[in-house]
């Protein structure tokens, strides 16, 4: 693929940040962005770098009116060698593939989006915060830009790669997150998109976050469709108990997002022989084990925040701490490890770092 590449002029390029401190999360965007158009019997055209700026579509794009749209998330690090990383982005990529097929949109092959990555990340090499705990947040997107009414895939869509400097998802960084187990909405049901990473999950999800922000807690925890008693998903993250000894997360049926960070701690856990379950969790069997002691640790990953550290869950106007609301030995192990691996500091045995020349 030949991507042509055109730099912002010196005078429309923004300050970038001199240090990791109060960068934030997803506020602060760098200079340039890659673009890639499709059309329907023609494939896929003009792979480009250009200055950071406004997208144009008309008014009447499919995306705009029927949701068809498709997003990835990523991070570039600077090593302490210097060098710059990229953690599993082949999966980021195949992850794609996976939605864009759910959505009926068209796939890329994966050699062609890490090129694009490693592109734009070259391109904007100086925006990557060289302060441990920060990094570029690497934003891949598809939209449905026919403009026609009508439901119906659209015929022509728009790939693009927006980045930006990034901080810790959470401002108060790596300290247990207080969760509020949602009854009344649901996320996604089985048959639905789900497992996609698409935006009408998110539109989904905005209600019962404002409702549970209001209240004073950092996510909801999401409950399956059909029962509301199996545990789903965090907002943002994949879900994580350790059980008796234990470490217990929902399995891949559908309507839950597979993570690419909750397939390097499957893979770390098993690795230190720690006892592994993808199966269903009830809510009471968590409120159970949180009552008799025999949950010990619970905690989300992401790509966004790694791994966070869950102190407390409420359900039904009960709470129940989680290790007396404190970092739990595993939640910290699994965020030092795969931290040290994304930035240099640890051998990458399982190479799941890529180096971006």
């Known amino acids: 693929m030949e991507i042509s590449v055109t730099l912002a002029p010196a005078d429309r390029r923004r300050e970038k940040p001199k240090s990791g401190e109060g960068l934030g999360f997803g506020t602060r965007f760098s200079d340039h962005m890659f673009l890639m158009e499709f059309v329907q019997g023609t494939g896929w055209r003009n792979a480009r770098i250009v200055p950071y700026g406004p997208l144009s579509i008309l008014p009447t794009a499919v995306v705009l009116h029927y949701a068809q749209e498709i997003f990835e998330g990523l991070k570039a690090y600077y090593a302490k060698d210097g060098s710059v990383c990229l953690y599993r982005p082949e999966m980021n990529a195949r992850r794609l593939n996976r939605s864009a097929a759910r959505l009926c949109m068209p796939e890329i092959p994966v050699a062609d989006q890490l090129q694009a990555i490693r592109a734009i990340v070259r391109t904007d090499r100086e925006w990557i915060p060289r302060a441990r705990g920060a990094s570029l947040y690497i934003r891949p997107a598809m939209i449905a830009t026919e403009a026609v009414l009508g439901v119906h895939p659209s015929a022509e869509y728009l790939f693009f790669i927006v980045t930006g400097p990034v901080g810790a998802y959470y401002a108060r960084g790596f300290e247990p997150v207080r969760i509020l187990v949602e009854e009344k909405y649901v996320r996604a049901a089985q048959g639905g998109l789900g497992e996609a990473k698409t935006g009408a999950n998110y539109a989904a999800s905005l209600l019962a976050a404002k409702s549970a922000k209001e209240e004073g807690f950092d996510q909801v925890l999401w409950l399956d469709a059909e029962h509301r008693r199996f545990v789903e998903e965090v907002g943002t993250m994949n879900i994580f108990f350790v059980l008796r000894g234990e470490l217990v997360t929902p399995p891949l049926t559908g309507s839950i997002l597979p993570g ?98």
């Open 260 to 357: 690419v960070t909750r397939d390097s701690v499957l893979a770390l856990a098993r690795e230190w022989n720690i006892p592994v379950a993808e199966r269903p969790v009830s809510i009471e069997e968590v409120f159970r084990g949180a009552e008799d002691g025999s949950l010990s640790e619970a905690f989300g990953s992401g790509t966004a925040a790694v791994i966070s550290p869950v102190g407390a869950l409420s359900y039904r106007g009960q709470e129940a701490l989680v290790n007396r609301s404190r970092v739990g030995e595993l939640s910290r192990r699994l965020f030092e490890e795969i931290t040290g691996i994304q930035y240099g500091e640890i051998e990458d045995r399982h190479r799941w770092v890529q180096r971006v020349e």
